[in-house]
Nanobody, 123 residues
Framework: QVQLVESGGGLVQAGGSLRLSCAAS????????MGWFRQAPGKEREFVAA????????YYADSVKGRFTISRDNAKNTVYLQMNTLKPDDTAGYYC????????????????WGQGTQVTVSS
């Protein structure tokens, strides 16, 4: 069992930056691939970024490539999402995800979800 708690969301102007954090419980954090998804009102939850267990491989949605960076610190049981050059279209609830034996690049591959943190980008 893994519990995920996100933090770092908030209100930011377009062009600004935010860093999201996801703290995980449990001793087996380093064995999970981790990811971030987002969900805007009236839309489906979509993949944003993912990282393998060691941090050696990362994956991004085309819409955030070059602007967002996912990273992890296994010693701190934490995964991060650095978001730069934010746009109003990035406004959504952002959810941390953990996956077993796969990379969480779609909702079906996710084993555990966090409760989400809201990111609002004003124009």
């Amino acid at each position: 069992q893994v519990q995920l708690v996100e933090s770092g969301g908030g209100l930011v102007q377009a062009g600004g930056s935010l860093r999201l954090s996801c703290a995980a419980s449990g001793r087996t954090f380093s064995t999970y691939a981790m990811g971030w998804f987002r969900q805007a009102p009236g839309k489906e939850r979509e993949f944003v970024a993912a990282i393998n267990w060691s941090g050696s491989r990362t994956y991004y949605a085309d819409s955030v490539k070059g602007r967002f960076t996912i990273s992890r610190d296994n010693a701190k049981n934490t995964v991060y999402l650095q978001m730069n050059t934010l746009k109003p279209d990035d406004t959504a609830g952002y959810y941390c995800a953990a996956a077993i034996a796969t990379i969480p690049r779609d909702r079906q591959s996710v084993s555990y979800w966090g409760q989400g943190t809201q990111v609002t980008v004003s124009s």
